[in-house]
């Protein structure tokens, strides 16, 4: 039977306060919250999502405005050291890596440990950081923009190089496959990185740069390019569902990590109150 628009308008607005309260749930605990099927929550959580109220997750949803808060600006930061742990446990010794200019790619570096490295990158937040001598860095030439070199002679010198595997970042990825940057000769640079890599090619992106095709909109802003070849993308466990689900669809094989274990109360409860810890 159909519910009402307004039974319907009340259970997505308790979700959402739920959700705002919580910090986050899952859709088994919303079902059993609400009497309903996880179908249900799962359409509720999506309408949501799509304006903007909140962020779904795999198996549940997180609020909208938690970058804010300390303890989500501490999940951050734990998410990117576990997305830099994964890609470089992708990385053998004797590689030679390029790196473009995401701050979230340089994560990779501090988790190569022993193994030896050449970095090839146009980076510039290289600059000042210590690196243990197994990992030798060369940064490219080129005009500034923002805050990395780009222009055609970094094209040019990268044109002659190559790499065993290549970690770019991006200001976007869109569910049909495309990566979006917001500075256009950083393209260009990108695709060179990608064609000169003989190895595997890792984009590392953390949940808040995941957006559905229909935001691929505005080119001023965003230029973006598609890959002709499979990829891995690093993620964080807050990654929208059914975003995972198209990149994967668009032969991106998604890798996501988890953050360190907090515990949390649920909100499952058929009393509507809220029950013991749990892991």
Do not use: W
Request: hydrophobic share 35%.
């Amino acid at each position: 039977m159909k519910q009402s628009r307004e039974i319907v308008e009340k259970r997505r607005s308790q979700i959402l306060n739920l959700v705002n309260q919580h910090h986050n749930v899952r859709v088994d605990e919303l079902a059993a919250y609400f009497h309903t099927s996880t179908m249900t929550i799962r359409r509720d959580l999506k309408y949501l999502s799509e304006r903007r109220r909140l962020n779904r997750t795999f198996g549940g949803a997180v609020a909208a405005d938690l970058s804010t808060t300390q303890s989500v600006k501490e999940t951050f930061r734990d998410s990117f050291c576990q997305m830099g742990r994964m890609g470089a446990a992708m990385i053998e010794d004797g590689d030679t890596i390029f790196i473009n200019g995401s701050s979230t790619t340089l994560a990779v570096l501090d988790y190569v440990g022993e193994k030896h490295v050449r970095v090839i990158t146009n980076n510039v937040n290289v600059i000042g950081r210590r690196y243990p001598p197994n990992v030798v860095i060369s940064l490219t030439s080129g005009e500034i923009q923002d805050h990395i070199p780009a222009g055609i002679d970094v094209i040019r010198y990268l044109s002659n190089l190559e790499a065993d595997k290549t970690f770019m970042g991006c200001a976007r990825i869109y569910s049909n496959g495309k990566f979006a940057y917001n500075i256009p000769t950083e393209i260009a640079i990108n695709k060179v990185m990608v064609d000169c890599t003989k190895g595997d090619l890792i984009m590392m992106a953390d949940h808040t740069k995941l957006f559905p095709h229909s935001y691929d909109l505005d080119e001023q802003q965003y230029g973006s390019f598609s890959l002709k070849r499979q990829c891995t993308l690093i993620t964080d466990e807050m990654a929208d569902y059914e975003i995972i689900l198209k990149l994967r669809e668009c032969d991106i094989q998604v890798h996501q990590v988890k953050t360190a274990p907090k515990e949390r109360r649920s909100v499952l409860s058929t009393a509507g109150t809220e029950t013991e810890h749990f892991g």
